[in-house]
Protein backbone atom coordinates (compact mmCIF):
# COMPACT_ATOMS: atom_id res chain seq x y z
CA UNK A 1 0.00 0.00 0.00
CA UNK A 2 1.21 3.51 -0.98
CA UNK A 3 0.29 7.05 0.62
CA UNK A 4 -0.67 9.34 -2.33
CA UNK A 5 -0.86 12.79 -1.57
CA UNK A 6 -4.17 15.47 -2.75
CA UNK A 7 -1.84 18.23 -2.29
CA UNK A 8 2.15 18.27 -3.36
CA UNK A 9 2.67 21.63 -4.51
CA UNK A 10 6.15 22.02 -3.42
CA UNK A 11 8.33 21.14 -5.99
CA UNK A 12 11.85 19.51 -5.19
CA UNK A 13 14.84 17.83 -7.58
CA UNK A 14 13.07 14.73 -9.03
CA UNK A 15 16.43 12.16 -7.72
CA UNK A 16 15.50 13.37 -4.40
CA UNK A 17 11.62 12.03 -3.87
CA UNK A 18 10.48 8.59 -5.65
CA UNK A 19 7.32 6.12 -5.56
CA UNK A 20 9.31 4.46 -2.40
CA UNK A 21 9.02 7.95 -0.62
CA UNK A 22 5.48 7.32 -0.61
CA UNK A 23 5.28 3.69 0.85
CA UNK A 24 3.45 2.94 3.91
CA UNK A 25 5.59 0.80 6.93
CA UNK A 26 4.53 -2.76 7.47
CA UNK A 27 5.23 -2.53 10.94
CA UNK A 28 2.94 0.34 12.80
CA UNK A 29 4.68 0.81 16.66
CA UNK A 30 4.56 3.39 18.69
CA UNK A 31 8.19 5.57 18.04
CA UNK A 32 9.41 9.36 17.54
CA UNK A 33 10.76 8.15 13.95
CA UNK A 34 7.60 7.66 12.58
CA UNK A 35 7.35 10.49 10.21
CA UNK A 36 10.91 9.67 8.82
CA UNK A 37 9.31 6.33 7.68
CA UNK A 38 9.23 8.25 3.92
CA UNK A 39 12.53 9.41 3.93
CA UNK A 40 14.29 5.73 5.10
CA UNK A 41 12.55 4.06 2.29
CA UNK A 42 14.24 6.63 -0.27
CA UNK A 43 17.62 7.03 1.47
CA UNK A 44 17.85 2.35 0.95
CA UNK A 45 17.16 3.24 -2.60
CA UNK A 46 19.63 5.76 -2.94
CA UNK A 47 22.29 4.49 -1.34
CA UNK A 48 21.83 0.74 -1.80
CA UNK A 49 23.72 -0.06 0.75
CA UNK A 50 25.81 -3.57 0.99
CA UNK A 51 25.68 -3.53 4.69
CA UNK A 52 23.14 -1.51 7.42
CA UNK A 53 24.00 -1.38 11.29
CA UNK A 54 21.62 -0.18 13.26
CA UNK A 55 22.59 1.10 16.83
CA UNK A 56 19.44 1.23 19.15
CA UNK A 57 16.53 -0.17 18.16
CA UNK A 58 13.89 -0.89 20.91
CA UNK A 59 10.75 -1.94 19.36
CA UNK A 60 12.27 -1.62 15.90
CA UNK A 61 10.38 0.89 13.77
CA UNK A 62 13.37 2.00 12.20
CA UNK A 63 15.26 -0.69 11.33
CA UNK A 64 12.27 -2.49 9.69
CA UNK A 65 11.95 0.73 7.36
CA UNK A 66 15.22 -0.52 6.43
CA UNK A 67 14.62 -4.19 5.97
CA UNK A 68 11.30 -3.26 4.21
CA UNK A 69 13.26 -1.54 1.55
CA UNK A 70 15.63 -4.06 1.28
CA UNK A 71 13.22 -6.45 0.56
CA UNK A 72 11.04 -5.05 -1.62
CA UNK A 73 13.69 -3.19 -3.39
CA UNK A 74 15.64 -6.70 -3.93
CA UNK A 75 18.56 -5.08 -2.70
CA UNK A 76 22.20 -7.46 -1.92
CA UNK A 77 22.49 -6.18 1.17
CA UNK A 78 22.68 -8.08 4.87
CA UNK A 79 21.33 -5.69 8.29
CA UNK A 80 22.49 -5.90 11.25
CA UNK A 81 20.36 -4.31 14.22
CA UNK A 82 22.93 -4.13 17.83
CA UNK A 83 21.29 -3.03 20.92
CA UNK A 84 20.66 -4.34 24.58
CA UNK A 85 16.80 -4.34 24.77
CA UNK A 86 17.14 -2.99 28.44
CA UNK A 87 16.30 0.33 27.56
CA UNK A 88 17.76 4.05 28.49
CA UNK A 89 16.96 7.13 30.55
CA UNK A 90 16.18 8.48 27.67
CA UNK A 91 13.48 5.30 26.12
CA UNK A 92 12.48 4.04 29.34
CA UNK A 93 13.46 0.83 30.69
CA UNK A 94 11.50 -2.54 29.15
CA UNK A 95 11.57 -6.11 29.57
CA UNK A 96 12.26 -8.94 27.40
CA UNK A 97 8.70 -8.61 25.52
CA UNK A 98 10.67 -5.97 23.67
CA UNK A 99 13.17 -7.85 21.98
CA UNK A 100 10.76 -10.65 21.75
CA UNK A 101 8.85 -9.17 19.69
CA UNK A 102 11.41 -7.48 17.36
CA UNK A 103 12.60 -11.47 17.33
CA UNK A 104 8.91 -11.77 15.88
CA UNK A 105 8.89 -9.49 12.95
CA UNK A 106 12.64 -10.29 11.88
CA UNK A 107 11.45 -13.62 10.90
CA UNK A 108 10.01 -12.14 7.85
CA UNK A 109 13.92 -10.59 6.74
CA UNK A 110 15.63 -13.34 8.34
CA UNK A 111 17.68 -14.60 5.22
CA UNK A 112 19.24 -11.12 5.44
CA UNK A 113 18.67 -9.29 8.89
CA UNK A 114 20.12 -10.67 12.52
CA UNK A 115 19.56 -8.82 15.83
CA UNK A 116 22.87 -8.99 17.65
CA UNK A 117 21.65 -8.19 21.74
CA UNK A 118 25.08 -6.77 22.76
CA UNK A 119 26.53 -3.66 23.70
CA UNK A 120 27.58 -1.27 20.79
CA UNK A 121 31.46 -1.23 21.70
CA UNK A 122 31.37 -5.15 21.63
CA UNK A 123 29.51 -5.28 18.81
CA UNK A 124 31.89 -3.00 16.81
CA UNK A 125 34.36 -5.68 16.95
CA UNK A 126 32.02 -8.00 14.92
CA UNK A 127 32.08 -5.56 11.57
CA UNK A 128 35.52 -5.49 9.21
CA UNK A 129 36.61 -1.87 8.92
CA UNK A 130 35.09 -0.33 6.01
CA UNK A 131 32.22 -2.57 5.53
CA UNK A 132 29.68 -0.22 6.41
CA UNK A 133 27.54 1.76 3.93
CA UNK A 134 24.57 3.07 6.37
CA UNK A 135 24.90 3.55 9.69
CA UNK A 136 21.97 4.66 11.99
CA UNK A 137 23.04 5.85 15.32
CA UNK A 138 19.71 5.95 17.26
CA UNK A 139 21.41 4.92 21.07
CA UNK A 140 21.98 6.99 24.20
CA UNK A 141 21.70 10.36 23.20
CA UNK A 142 23.52 12.08 26.14
CA UNK A 143 26.43 13.99 24.28
CA UNK A 144 29.77 12.12 25.44
CA UNK A 145 27.91 8.56 24.51
CA UNK A 146 26.79 9.96 20.99
CA UNK A 147 30.26 11.50 19.99
CA UNK A 148 31.70 7.75 21.53
CA UNK A 149 29.20 5.41 19.14
CA UNK A 150 30.38 7.81 16.38
CA UNK A 151 33.79 7.80 16.51
CA UNK A 152 33.93 4.18 17.35
CA UNK A 153 32.11 2.91 14.42
CA UNK A 154 33.88 5.27 12.08
CA UNK A 155 35.99 3.24 11.00
CA UNK A 156 34.10 0.52 9.99
CA UNK A 157 32.29 2.86 7.47
CA UNK A 158 32.82 2.85 3.81
CA UNK A 159 33.71 4.96 1.21
CA UNK A 160 29.75 5.62 0.15
CA UNK A 161 29.30 5.21 3.95
CA UNK A 162 26.45 7.69 4.94
CA UNK A 163 25.08 8.01 9.23
CA UNK A 164 22.22 8.85 10.17
CA UNK A 165 21.92 10.68 13.95
CA UNK A 166 18.10 10.91 15.22
CA UNK A 167 17.19 13.68 17.45
CA UNK A 168 18.97 16.30 16.64
CA UNK A 169 16.54 18.86 17.16
CA UNK A 170 16.07 17.57 21.39
CA UNK A 171 17.75 20.12 23.34
CA UNK A 172 16.53 19.20 26.64
CA UNK A 173 16.26 16.79 29.43
CA UNK A 174 19.96 15.49 28.52
CA UNK A 175 19.72 15.23 24.78
CA UNK A 176 23.02 16.15 23.20
CA UNK A 177 22.84 14.87 19.81
CA UNK A 178 22.65 18.17 18.66
CA UNK A 179 25.93 19.02 19.70
CA UNK A 180 27.48 16.45 18.01
CA UNK A 181 25.29 17.56 15.27
CA UNK A 182 26.72 20.91 15.23
CA UNK A 183 30.47 19.17 15.04
CA UNK A 184 29.39 17.01 12.11
CA UNK A 185 27.75 19.48 10.20
CA UNK A 186 31.00 21.70 10.11
CA UNK A 187 33.23 18.75 8.71
CA UNK A 188 30.93 16.43 6.28
CA UNK A 189 28.43 17.14 3.68
CA UNK A 190 25.14 16.65 5.58
CA UNK A 191 20.95 17.46 5.62
CA UNK A 192 19.21 17.52 8.55
CA UNK A 193 15.19 17.37 8.98
CA UNK A 194 13.93 19.21 11.55
CA UNK A 195 10.53 17.34 12.06
CA UNK A 196 10.32 14.32 13.92
CA UNK A 197 12.79 14.95 16.88
CA UNK A 198 15.32 15.91 14.11
CA UNK A 199 17.21 13.42 11.57
CA UNK A 200 20.63 14.51 10.62
CA UNK A 201 22.74 12.86 7.79
CA UNK A 202 26.26 12.83 7.16
CA UNK A 203 28.25 11.46 4.57
CA UNK A 204 31.37 10.31 6.30
CA UNK A 205 32.32 8.37 3.22
CA UNK A 206 34.60 9.87 0.62
CA UNK A 207 32.51 8.85 -2.68
CA UNK A 208 29.00 9.14 -1.97
CA UNK A 209 26.46 8.02 -4.75
CA UNK A 210 24.98 10.66 -6.61
CA UNK A 211 21.44 10.62 -5.25
CA UNK A 212 22.85 11.21 -1.87
CA UNK A 213 25.30 14.28 -3.26
CA UNK A 214 22.33 15.84 -4.77
CA UNK A 215 20.67 15.88 -1.41
CA UNK A 216 23.54 17.35 0.73
CA UNK A 217 23.69 19.51 -1.73
CA UNK A 218 20.28 21.39 -1.30
CA UNK A 219 21.91 22.08 2.12
CA UNK A 220 23.88 25.02 0.45
CA UNK A 221 20.70 27.29 0.09
CA UNK A 222 17.90 28.08 2.38
CA UNK A 223 15.07 27.54 -0.45
CA UNK A 224 16.22 24.04 -1.36
CA UNK A 225 16.29 23.19 2.31
CA UNK A 226 13.11 24.19 3.00
CA UNK A 227 11.24 22.87 0.04
CA UNK A 228 12.86 19.14 0.78
CA UNK A 229 12.16 19.18 4.51
CA UNK A 230 8.67 20.37 3.64
CA UNK A 231 7.99 17.39 0.98
CA UNK A 232 9.38 15.08 3.76
CA UNK A 233 7.38 16.40 6.62
CA UNK A 234 4.23 16.57 4.42
CA UNK A 235 5.06 12.49 3.80
CA UNK A 236 5.82 11.85 7.19
CA UNK A 237 2.69 13.87 8.95
CA UNK A 238 0.51 11.23 6.37
CA UNK A 239 2.58 7.73 7.73
CA UNK A 240 1.46 9.25 11.10
CA UNK A 241 -2.17 10.15 10.43
CA UNK A 242 -1.97 6.48 8.93
CA UNK A 243 -0.68 4.59 11.98
CA UNK A 244 -3.21 6.81 13.97
CA UNK A 245 -6.35 5.86 12.07
CA UNK A 246 -4.69 1.93 11.97
CA UNK A 247 -4.73 2.25 16.56
CA UNK A 248 -8.31 3.37 16.30
CA UNK A 249 -9.07 0.45 14.09
CA UNK A 250 -7.49 -1.98 16.63
CA UNK A 251 -9.16 -0.08 20.01
CA UNK A 252 -12.81 -0.50 17.94
CA UNK A 253 -12.34 -4.14 17.52
CA UNK A 254 -11.17 -4.24 20.86
CA UNK A 255 -14.30 -2.59 22.23
CA UNK A 256 -16.70 -4.71 19.76
CA UNK A 257 -15.31 -7.82 21.45
CA UNK A 258 -16.17 -6.54 24.75
CA UNK A 259 -19.62 -5.48 23.44
CA UNK A 260 -20.51 -8.41 21.75
CA UNK A 261 -18.96 -10.50 25.36
CA UNK A 262 -21.49 -8.54 27.52
CA UNK A 263 -24.03 -9.21 25.59
CA UNK A 264 -22.98 -13.15 25.49
CA UNK A 265 -23.07 -12.49 28.80
CA UNK A 266 -26.44 -10.85 29.62
CA UNK A 267 -28.47 -13.40 27.07
CA UNK A 268 -27.49 -16.64 28.41
CA UNK A 269 -28.08 -14.25 32.40
CA UNK A 270 -31.47 -13.81 30.80
CA UNK A 271 -32.35 -17.25 29.24
CA UNK A 272 -30.96 -19.28 32.64
CA UNK A 273 -33.47 -21.85 34.14
CA UNK A 274 -33.28 -19.62 37.26
CA UNK A 275 -34.05 -16.44 35.76
CA UNK A 276 -37.01 -17.81 34.69
CA UNK A 277 -38.20 -19.91 37.80
CA UNK A 278 -37.42 -17.25 40.18
CA UNK A 279 -39.78 -14.28 37.44
CA UNK A 280 -42.48 -13.85 40.06
CA UNK A 281 -39.59 -12.96 42.63
CA UNK A 282 -37.63 -10.03 40.50
CA UNK A 283 -40.83 -7.50 41.26
CA UNK A 284 -39.28 -7.47 45.11
CA UNK A 285 -35.89 -8.32 43.95
CA UNK A 286 -34.12 -4.45 43.66
CA UNK A 287 -30.79 -6.15 44.00
CA UNK A 288 -31.38 -8.62 40.71
CA UNK A 289 -33.07 -5.38 38.92
CA UNK A 290 -29.98 -3.03 39.54
CA UNK A 291 -27.72 -5.75 38.42
CA UNK A 292 -29.91 -6.34 34.58
CA UNK A 293 -30.20 -2.53 34.57
CA UNK A 294 -26.17 -1.83 35.41
CA UNK A 295 -25.39 -4.52 33.19
CA UNK A 296 -27.45 -2.67 29.72
CA UNK A 297 -25.78 1.00 31.20
CA UNK A 298 -22.32 -0.72 30.68
CA UNK A 299 -23.80 -2.64 27.59
CA UNK A 300 -25.19 0.76 25.58
CA UNK A 301 -22.21 2.96 26.94
CA UNK A 302 -19.49 0.20 24.91
CA UNK A 303 -22.06 0.84 21.93
CA UNK A 304 -21.79 4.34 22.21
CA UNK A 305 -17.72 4.21 22.46
CA UNK A 306 -17.91 2.15 19.71
CA UNK A 307 -20.28 4.32 16.68
CA UNK A 308 -18.61 7.49 18.10
CA UNK A 309 -15.12 5.99 17.50
CA UNK A 310 -16.16 4.52 14.09
CA UNK A 311 -18.01 7.48 12.99
CA UNK A 312 -16.86 9.43 9.66
CA UNK A 313 -13.40 11.13 9.67
CA UNK A 314 -11.94 13.57 6.67
CA UNK A 315 -9.13 11.42 5.87
CA UNK A 316 -5.56 13.30 4.87
CA UNK A 317 -4.18 11.31 2.38
CA UNK A 318 -5.70 8.77 -0.09
CA UNK A 319 -4.18 5.27 -0.27
CA UNK A 320 -3.62 3.09 -3.34
CA UNK A 321 -3.38 -0.15 -2.94
Known sequence: MNVQLRDRSTAIPASLVSQASFWLPDLLTCSAWTEHAPFGFWI????????????????????????????????????????????DEHAGFYGDEVYEAACAHNRRYESFSRLI?????????????GSIDLLHIDGC?????ARRDFQSWLPKMSSRGVVLFHDTAEYGNGFGVYRLWEELSRQYPHFEFTHGHGLGIVAVGSNPPAKMGALFGTSVGLASTH???????????????YQRLAEQRDEIEHL?????????V??????????????????????VNRIGGVAKKLRDTLREAVDHAAGPAEPVFRADH
Open 227 to 241: AVRAEYERLGVSVAN
Open 141 to 145: HRYEI
Open 117 to 129: RSDFSDACGQFAD
Open 44 to 87: TEALKPRCVVELGVHHGFSYFVFCQAVARLGIDARCFAVDTWVG
Open 266 to 287: VAGYESSTSWRVTAPLRAVAGP
Open 256 to 264: RWQVARLES
